[in-house]
């Protein structure tokens, strides 16, 4: 059975930091593309990040380029998302994704969530003014 598991999220001040970590079972990352997605409330899921596992390149929303940092660890099968100098808009629920493609982006420009195949349940990451 393919799982994604999410943890890390919290409450945190401004310019803080927390790092989310993404636990897989049921397959590796080795094939899959992976992608971090939050949702505030009452606004549409966005695409934050995301890694591809064919050429392991990054893609990073502009609201978060230099401050989010998404990483792999094969050995544990886990991808984290680093998230430093955190602001207020950075309050959603944050998810991660897999999808068996592995390039994360299509056509120039990041896969949206409807190519994923597996989700997790997500994790509620709150920062405070």
């Known amino acids: 059975e393919v799982q994604l598991v999410e943890s890390g999220g919290g409450l945190v001040q401004a310019g803080g930091s927390l790092r989310l970590s993404c636990a897989a079972s049921?397959?590796?990352?080795?094939?899959?593309?992976i992608g971090w997605f939050r949702q505030a409330p009452g606004k549409e899921r966005e695409g934050v990040s995301c890694?591809?596992?064919?050429?392991?390149?990054?893609y990073y929303a502009d609201s978060v380029k230099g401050r989010f940092t998404i990483s792999v660890d094969n050995a544990k099968n886990t991808v984290y998302l680093e998230m430093n100098s955190l602001k207020p808009e950075d309050t959603a629920d944050y998810y991660c994704?897999?999808?068996?493609?592995?390039?994360?982006?299509?056509?120039?420009?990041?896969?949206?969530?409807?190519?994923?195949?597996?989700w997790g349940q997500g994790t509620q990451v709150t920062v405070s003014s």
């Open positions: 994704a897999a999808d068996f493609w592995s390039d994360c982006m299509v056509a120039g420009r990041p896969k949206s969530a409807k190519w994923y195949d597996y």
């Open positions: 049921g397959f590796t990352f080795d094939d899959y593309a």
């Open positions: 890694i591809s596992s064919s050429d392991g390149f990054k």
